[in-house]
Structures are given as structure tokens and as C-alpha cells.
């Protein structure tokens, strides 16, 4: 097993064997999500209306929650150091911790999904593209929050200015995403914006572990 | 440019080039303004509202170019280690920032009288409220680091991963809203804004570029103060 593999299944045995990191996000989500019908009343109608947006804004934040897991508690234990000294280009490490974190906390999420559409009334007809936009979209933000994580590590409370950094870069995944489902809803062809969607995807999947490796260089040293 | 990575000769410059620069806000300033307060029509929708554009979009103008530097100077001081690339992106932050939020409640101003709201979810209300958002968060990088050198480098990534974002965020919140009205300066067919409407606004605008450069020369200066001053102190501390 390559290095890369190797860390991607460490981090995702890690996620789930301590403290059950993955089905925590997914009850942050469920409680987000559950908090919109309480704030904005139970009627069907404005829920089914804001049910897209309620659904990606709830998985935005639950996976910003979620961001000093990529490379917190590695930094603290040292182990980080040890993974900047092995063969793997830093790079590539970031990318295998990006990959595992979006494989516990982007991944619960789109599965956890239909069952909140369900109870908010989103109809049936954007659900399909909420999952597949879910599934696009969820990389990247993966992706972009591991420069906020990797340039807040060595910080002591990073937590809200991680915040202040990822969110600002977060909105063109919302907006696409939302978009996607609203246009399913419509009866249009939502194929445009999965598809700006997926090319967020790709470029982040190209940049980020740049910009996030520099970032950890920097707190390594 | 190395040849202007010296702080000593950057301080002999500037002080030749400050004195001018001061001079010319003061003049152009006191031009624009009186151009655009007394000497210029009123619109014939907008009325006497038409004035706050004068700041206006200036302003915006000021905040989005100032961005940009930030971004540039801040990949010099990333590529080649440029001493004071570092000083001018994090000394003209600040002045950026406050170029935006004057933009945004000018915008408000008018928009209260002329579009009947205050804010609406527009698309270059959000996108200029993003860029403000920008620079709070690479402000905050630069007071959340101890130590000034990993502060630059770290303040340096946020700045530059902000900038390749600001063209998908303009391009994504295009696409999802608009009500703000298109471009009438640069349409390439020239100019649709009247003669004398548009000599205050070029004023302003060059007004408002000749107080950046004044300002923000005063403020990298104090940075390569306190830099001396940091490591005198700390010099001093080891003895």
C-alpha cells in the first residue's frame, strides 16, 4: 500500500474510532438543520421554499466545524512533523488528509441528505440534483478549508478566524449548489451549474493543496 | 525593484516624494470636491443624490485596486522575499478596508433615496461586501501571528488565495442576481457619462489615489519603525 493510501486509511480509522468524529458533524447537521423550522415556523410551504438553501448553509457550517480535524490534533502530537519528513510530498499529504476528511465529513453528510429534504418538504423532483451538487460541491469545500486549517494550526484560538477566512471562499459552492436544486425544482436543466460545480472541484482540487502546504510549511517551521 | 528593498533608501525616497503627494490630494481633493458639490449639474432622475457618486465609485474603484496590490505585493514578498512587499501589502490593508466600507454605505446612501431600500442582495453589493470581508480576515491573519516574519508569510497565502477567489465570487454572484446598473465609464465605445459630470469623478478618483499613495507611504514608514523597534527591544532583552 502506497503512502498515500496509507494515510487516507489512517485518517478515516482515526475519524472513526476517536470520540466518532463522522456521525458527530452529521448530528451538527441534523440540529442546524432542525433549528430553521423552529426559527422560520412549520409552515410546509416556506420550508419546501428555503429547504435547498437551509440544507447546503447547514452542511457549509457543518463542515467549517469540522476543519480543525484535518491537521489539529497531528500538529499537536507531532506527528504532522513526521508526515512533513516522509517521502510524501507535503502536497500530497494535504491532499490525503483533504480526501479522508471529505470521506468523514462531506461524505455523512450527503447521505444523511434525503432524509432532512424529507422533513423539510424539498420536492421530490431536487433531490437527485441536491445529491449529485452535494457530491460535487463537498470536495471543494473540503479542499478550500484546508488552507484556513493548515494556515490556523499552529494558532491558539483559531477557531473564528477560521471562519472569517474559509467562509468568504465558501460562497460560489453555495450559490452553484443551491442553484442547482432551485433549477431542478423549476423543471430546468441543472446540468450548467454541476458542471461550474464540478470545475470548482477541479480547480481546488489543483490549488489548494498548494496554497495549504505552503501554509504548513509555515507553521511547521 | 531589489533596489528598492532597502528600508534606508525606500525613507530617502519617499521623503523627497511625500511632501508632493500630500500637495496634490489637498489640491485635487479640494478641486473634486468643489467640482462635484457646487459646479455640477444635478441628474434629472437622481437630483442632487447624483453627488454621492462622486465618492462613490472612487471609492470602489480604490477598493478593488487596492486589493489587487495587496496581491501583487504580497506574491513579490512570497517569490522573491522583498523586505518591504510585505510592509506595503499589510500597511495598505487597512486603507483598502475603509475605501470599501465607504463604498458600502455610500452605496446605501444613495440606494435609500433612488432604488427605495437600503441593501438589497444584489450582485455587486454582496461581491463588494465579500471583498470587505477579505480584508477583515487578512487584517485578522496578520494580529493573530506573534511573530512578524511567519505573519507575513501566512498574511501573504490569504491574500493571494483571496484573490484568485475574487473573480469566481464576482463571477458566481453575476450569474445568481443583479439590480445595480452595468458599466457607463468603460464601455468601449467611450464615455455615456456627461462632460461635466464626469470631470469630478475623475478628481475624486485621482484625488482619492494621491491620498492612498500619501497615507499609505506615512504607514509603511511607521512599519519600518516599529520593525526597528522590535528588534531593538528584543536585542536588547538578550543582552
Same mark, same amino acid.
Given at each position: 500500500m502506497s503512502a498515500f493510501s496509507a494515510l487516507i486509511a489512517r485518517d478515516v480509522r482515526l475519524a472513526f474510532r476517536q470520540g466518532s468524529a463522522a456521525t458527530l458533524s452529521v448530528m451538527f447537521f441534523f440540529l442546524a438543520v432542525m433549528l430553521f423550522p423552529l426559527g422560520v415556523g412549520p409552515e410546509a410551504a416556506i420550508l419546501a421554499r428555503i429547504a435547498s438553501g437551509v440544507l447546503w448553509v447547514a452542511a457549509l457550517l457543518s463542515v467549517l466545524l469540522s476543519l480543525d480535524r484535518l491537521f489539529q490534533a497531528d500538529y499537536e502530537d507531532g506527528s504532522l512533523e513526521l508526515l512533513a519528513l516522509s517521502g510524501l510530498p507535503l502536497e500530497l499529504t494535504v491532499l490525503a488528509k483533504c480526501l479522508a476528511h471529505w470521506l468523514t465529513a462531506g461524505l455523512p453528510l450527503i447521505i444523511a441528505a434525503p432524509v432532512l429534504a424529507l422533513l423539510l418538504d424539498?420536492?421530490?423532483?431536487?433531490l437527485a440534483a441536491l445529491l449529485l451538487a452535494m457530491a460535487l460541491g463537498t470536495p471543494s469545500l473540503s479542499l478550500i478549508g484546508a488552507i484556513g486549517a493548515a494556515l490556523t494550526?499552529?494558532?491558539?484560538?483559531g477557531g473564528v478566524l477560521l471562519s472569517l477566512l474559509v467562509l468568504p471562499l465558501y460562497i460560489p459552492v453555495l450559490i452553484f449548489g443551491v442553484a442547482a436544486v432551485e433549477a431542478a425544482i423549476a423543471g430546468l436543466p441543472s446540468i450548467s451549474h454541476l458542471l461550474i460545480l464540478a470545475a470548482i472541484a477541479l480547480a481546488a482540487l489543483v490549488l489548494c493543496p498548494l496554497a495549504a502546504a505552503a501554509a504548513l510549511r509555515l507553521s511547521l517551521e | 525593484m531589489h533596489r528598492f528593498a532597502n528600508p534606508a533608501r525606500f525613507l530617502r525616497i519617499t521623503d523627497a516624494v511625500l511632501p508632493w503627494s500630500a500637495a496634490l490630494t489637498i489640491v485635487l481633493l479640494a478641486l473634486g470636491l468643489y467640482y462635484g458639490l457646487w459646479a455640477s449639474p444635478v441628474d434629472y432622475q437622481q437630483g442632487a443624490t447624483v453627488r454621492i457618486m462622486y465618492i462613490h465609485v472612487p471609492a470602489a474603484w480604490m477598493g478593488m485596486m487596492i486589493y489587487s496590490l495587496m496581491a501583487i505585493a504580497s506574491a513579490v514578498a512570497l517569490i522573491?522575499? %522583498?523586505?518591504l512587499a510585505d510592509l506595503i501589502a499589510k500597511a495598505a490593508a487597512p486603507i483598502g478596508a475603509s475605501f470599501t466600507f465607504i463604498c458600502l454605505v455610500s452605496g446605501s446612501l444613495w440606494g435609500?433615496?433612488?432604488?427605495?431600500?437600503?441593501?438589497?442582495?444584489d450582485a455587486r453589493l454582496t461581491s463588494v461586501l465579500i471583498l470587505f470581508f477579505l480584508y477583515l480576515g487578512y487584517i485578522a491573519i496578520w494580529q493573530a501571528f506573534d511573530d512578524p516574519t511567519r505573519a507575513a508569510r501566512a498574511a501573504a497565502i490569504v491574500a493571494l488565495v483571496g484573490f484568485v477567489n475574487i473573480p469566481i465570487i464576482k463571477f458566481s454572484v453575476d450569474w445568481w442576481n443583479t439590480l445595480h446598473q452595468g458599466?457607463?465609464?468603460?464601455?468601449? %465605445?467611450?464615455?455615456?457619462?456627461?462632460p461635466t459630470m464626469l470631470r469630478p469623478l475623475i478628481l475624486m478618483a485621482l484625488a482619492f489615489t494621491a491620498y492612498f499613495i500619501t497615507v499609505l507611504i506615512y504607514r509603511v514608514r511607521a512599519e519600518i519603525i516599529a520593525r526597528k523597534l522590535r528588534v531593538l527591544r528584543l536585542s536588547a532583552i538578550e543582552g
Open positions: 424539498l420536492p421530490a423532483k431536487g494550526v499552529s494558532l491558539r484560538r | 522573491w522575499r %522583498h523586505p435609500a433615496p433612488t432604488w427605495g431600500t437600503w441593501w438589497v442582495w458599466e457607463s465609464l468603460f464601455t468601449g %465605445h467611450g464615455s455615456e457619462i456627461d
